[in-house]
């Protein structure tokens, strides 16, 4: 099991940053990817940014050049940087952690409660 917890969100005027964190607790040798998510009103949940074991990185078109994701090498935390920021930005933003049992075999996914972000024109 992991437990997963986002921070960091809140209200920033356009052009401005944030950094998002995410504490994950519990098994994370079991962790194969980690995820940023958001979703704004009216709208399906859509992916941000994940990182793999690997270490590599995909972006949704709408944010290359401006999010960031990392973590911590024992995966404890994911964060993402996100720069320039404009109003089509606003949205909940989740923390998205996928596992592994040890034979291999799918694990399950694991969703934080989310965390507001605002940008304000």
């Known amino acids: 099991q992991v437990q997963v917890a986002e921070s960091g969100g809140g209200l920033v005027q356009s052009g401005g940053s944030l950094r998002l964190s995410c504490a994950v607790s519990?098994?994370?040798?079991?962790?194969?990817?980690m995820a940023w998510y958001r979703q704004a009103p009216g709208r399906q949940r859509a992916l941000v940014a994940d990182?793999?074991?690997?270490?590599?990185?995909s972006y949704a078109d709408s944010v290359k050049g401006r999010f960031t994701i990392s973590r911590e090498s024992n995966k404890s935390k994911l964060y993402l940087q996100m720069n320039s920021l404009t109003p089509d930005d606003t949205a909940v933003y989740y923390c998205?952690?996928?596992?592994?049992?040890?034979?291999?075999?799918?694990?399950?996914?694991?969703w934080g409660r989310g965390t507001q972000v605002t940008v304000s024109s």
């Open positions: 990182i793999i074991q690997t270490g590599a990185t």
């Open positions: 998205q952690v996928v596992t592994r049992r040890p034979g291999g075999d799918f694990g399950g996914t694991f």
């Open positions: 519990g098994t994370l040798r079991s962790i194969i990817v």
